[in-house]
Each structure stands twice: as C-alpha cells, then as structure tokens.
C-alpha cells in the first residue's frame, strides 16, 4: 500500500469488511477501511536529498524527465524511482528540493511538504491537461495526497479502477495502488476523492464505484457478473449487501478468522493457511500466513487487517512468529473462544494490539 503503496491491504471482504458471501468478510459491516489499511501516510515517505534549488542549472523541461537507470537527471536533480523508495515507479521522476515555485522554473511548481520534510518540483499539465508521454495530470500524488494544482506524475492513462498495479505509476490520474499478496494480489488501482453517489466523479471509460471508506472516498471496481473481474487472478464479483453494490474482490476470511483447512481461509493456491494447535494455540484454528514465514519489519507479509507478531522477538526468526489480527478491544476478537485483545509490547500502552491467546 508492499504499496509499494503503501499500508492499504485485504480481499475487499477483508478490506471493507461488508461482505456477505459464504463467510467472505470479516469485522464491521460499515464499510470502513480497517486503520491498519489505510494508505501509506505522507510521513512513511523519506524525503529527496537536501540539495539545494539550483533552478539556472535545471531547464524547466528536466522536471519530470524519466530516469529509469537512476542516472539520467541533470546536475543538482534526483531521480525519484523505486530504489529511492518503494512507493515511487521504476521509470523515475527527476526532481530537485524547493522553497517555492519559483526554485522550480516556468512549468513547474514546488509541492507541499511531505510529512514535514523537503518539498520538490513537480511537472505542472499543460494546456487541456497535457502531459509526457508515461506522465498522466493528476491532482494527487499517489492518489492520495492533495497537490495545490495538477501536476503530470508517473502513470498509465489506460488503466481503470481495478486494473493491476505495483505503484501508482501503473495507474490513472488521481488514483492510487492497493495491493496485498494475501488481500490484494496483482494490486488494485482505485480512483480517490471522489464523491459517494456520484459514480460520475470515478475514472472515466471504467465502471467503478464510489463509496466512504473511513476517512477517504475511494472507487471499487464494480461488476455483475465474475466475468467482468480479473479472474485468471482469482476475484470474484462478490455482493456488498449493505452497500447494494457489487464489486470484484479477492475471496477469503479474513485474518484471524476460525478455520479446519487453508481453503476455509482463502483459494486453494493462494497464501493464506489456516494455523491449527491445542487449547493454546490457535484453538478453532486462526487464518493467516504461514507460521514462521512473516517479517516484523514487512507489513505485505501479512494480509490486511493483521501484523507479524512475534511471541519471542529475543530470538528472531525461530519461527513462532505469525500474521495476529489487529483490534481495539476484546470484542473485535473471538471472545468467546478465549482470544483476547493484548498488547504487541506489554511494556509499551502505545504499542498496537492484536488478537491472541493470553
């Protein structure tokens, strides 16, 4: 939501919980996207080096020139791409830092500060929106953060809401790529800001859908039928009673959910398992990944909804650490199994918590 994108991740059953298909969905049933979801927060990003604006080194049309080497830009520009960080497109961005529109030449203009961090120059549409080839006009950075005007960014104007994607460079203007090996394999481009029953606010040419999902408004890809989904991927056209809609999603449980089987957690063939034990262990078995194969410092390691927890962090990679439901009290776990709503550290009244076993 890795996202490459960022922190948003689940089956759409998983992500906004509103499924009722056979036990598709897990948690709430309003339709908000889980906190842990929620795309990556403009702070995750690290900010370009602190070079200084050197605007008479730097023609106008060097600002959003490709670099997919990493050593194309011009003298006192960076080349923002995935090995800068995850979240940018292979094919670079050249950019520079700036104080002000003016740091950045005619055409371009200064971005806002990212999560308190230098700001940088951004390529500014022209005329009817008009951008480089591999560059779409966008009025937000990665489809979610607002820009003060619309820039030409890294992106396909051929995908639609619910095209696959790694980065948001694989996707349209304005939106943004989810993706999660468990609840969103292939990643999904979805269309942000958009205005709940106004379809029309979506991406244009698609049949995407608008709805509220927590604190943002974001298009799913409607359908009426599988057929109309991604389906060699394995997503489904799956209802969301509540929502009267349908859209296509990626099947399983959820994490957390009681299982006997892996495919009572997702498709035969996916990753999801489901992790059996005694009294103590994951009694009435625990959808997730693997036992062993999560990381603590890799959230795509596990599906949406959850975190690595590792009961021995001392001794890392002994292989007791598994995918925990996150929650915020008992209630959000199976209470009545026993599972309880416990801290990740005891030390640490901050730290987030997960559904486990005491």
Not at 308 to 314: F, G, I, K, Q, V
């Amino acid at each position: 939501m890795p996202m490459r994108t960022c922190h948003l991740a689940i089956v759409f059953c998983g992500l906004f919980a509103a499924c009722d298909n056979g036990g598709l969905g897990t948690g709430t049933t309003d339709g908000a996207i889980p906190s842990d979801l929620a795309v990556a927060a403009a702070e995750d990003l690290p900010p370009p080096p602190d070079l200084a604006p050197a605007p008479d080194l730097t023609p106008p049309s060097s600002i959003g020139q490709a670099c997919p080497v990493g050593n194309e830009c011009p003298m006192g520009m960076v080349c923002l791409d995935e090995t800068f960080n995850p979240l940018f497109a292979p094919t670079g961005y050249c950019t520079k830092s700036c104080a002000a529109d003016a740091d950045c030449g005619g055409g371009a203009f200064c971005s806002p500060s990212l999560g308190g961090g230098p700001r940088f120059c951004l390529l500014a549409c022209g005329p009817g929106d008009a951008c480089p080839v591999g560059r779409v006009c966008t009025k937000r950075l990665a489809g979610f953060i607002p820009l003060p005007r619309p820039a030409c960014l890294n992106g396909n104007a051929m995908a639609k809401d619910g095209s696959a994607c790694t980065t948001y460079g694989d996707c349209n203007k304005n939106q943004g790529c989810l993706s999660n090996p468990f609840s969103l394999p292939g990643g999904l481009c979805v269309t942000f800001g958009c205005t709940v029953g106004n379809n029309a606010t979506c991406l244009a040419g698609g049949d995407g859908v608008c709805i509220q999902a927590d604190q943002e408004t974001l298009c799913i890809d409607g359908c009426n039928l599988t057929a109309d989904c991604r389906v060699n991927e394995g997503y489904t056209c799956t209802p969301f009673p509540n929502l009267l809609i349908k859209a296509c999603l990626f099947p399983n449980a959820g994490a957390g959910t009681a299982c006997k089987s892996d495919v009572d957690c997702g498709p035969k063939g996916s990753l999801w398992r489901c992790l059996t034990g005694d009294a103590k262990n994951f009694p009435g078995g625990y959808c997730g990944a693997a036992k062993g194969s999560c990381d603590p410092k890799n959230e795509s390691a596990c599906p949406f909804d959850s975190l690595c927890y590792d009961p021995t962090p001392a001794m890392p990679k002994s292989g007791d650490d598994f995918c925990a439901r996150t929650c915020g009290s008992d209630n959000d776990c199976r209470k009545a199994e026993g599972y309880k709503c416990l801290l990740v550290d005891p030390k640490n009244a901050m730290s987030p918590k997960t559904c486990r076993m005491p």
